[in-house]
Structures are given as C-alpha cells and as structure tokens.
C-alpha cells in the first residue's frame, strides 16, 4: 500500500525517476500492471482536477476560452 501511494506521489511531483524507481520496486514485490495503474490513473486525476479549475478561471477572467495542447 505503501508503494503504490508513493507512485501518486511521484506523479504528483512529476518525478520520473522516482516513478520509474517505485514501479521496479513494485513489480519486483508482485504488483500487477492493472495495480500500477490504477494508482496512476487516481494520480493524474486528483493532480488534473486543479488545473481544470485554473483554466475556467482564466477562461471567465479573459471571457474567453483558453485552448490547450493535449499532453502526449
């Protein structure tokens, strides 16, 4: 469990090494690929939700939509 909240913690600072790190340590230990990522998916979720309220804010201030690059 504990891992697996150090994966939302390495997305949330947008730490690959430590990503890559903690998911070698996981798989060694028997995670599975779904439980990986799964943790990621929660992650971005939670580190996405701000940004998206940031965005309608700019969105309202400027009366206009902001258009933003998909991340690859």
Same mark, same amino acid.
């Given at each position: 469990?504990?891992?697996?909240? *150090?994966?939302?913690?390495?997305?949330?600072?947008?730490?690959?090494?430590?990503?890559?790190?903690?998911?070698? $340590?996981?798989?060694?230990?028997?995670?599975?690929? $779904? $439980?990986?990522?799964?943790?990621?998916?929660?992650?971005?979720?939670?580190?996405?939700?701000?940004?998206?309220?940031?965005?309608?804010? *700019?969105? $309202?201030?400027?009366?206009?939509?902001?258009?933003? *690059?998909?991340? *690859?």
């Amino acid at each position: 469990t504990g891992m697996l909240i *150090a994966v939302g913690a390495a997305v949330a600072g947008n730490c690959v090494s430590c990503l890559d790190s903690v998911v070698r $340590e996981l798989k060694a230990v028997g995670a599975t690929n $779904e $439980e990986i990522r799964g943790a990621v998916e929660i992650a971005l979720t939670v580190k996405e939700k701000p940004a998206g309220i940031v965005k309608a804010t *700019a969105d $309202e201030l400027t009366s206009e939509p902001l258009e933003v *690059a998909a991340s *690859a």
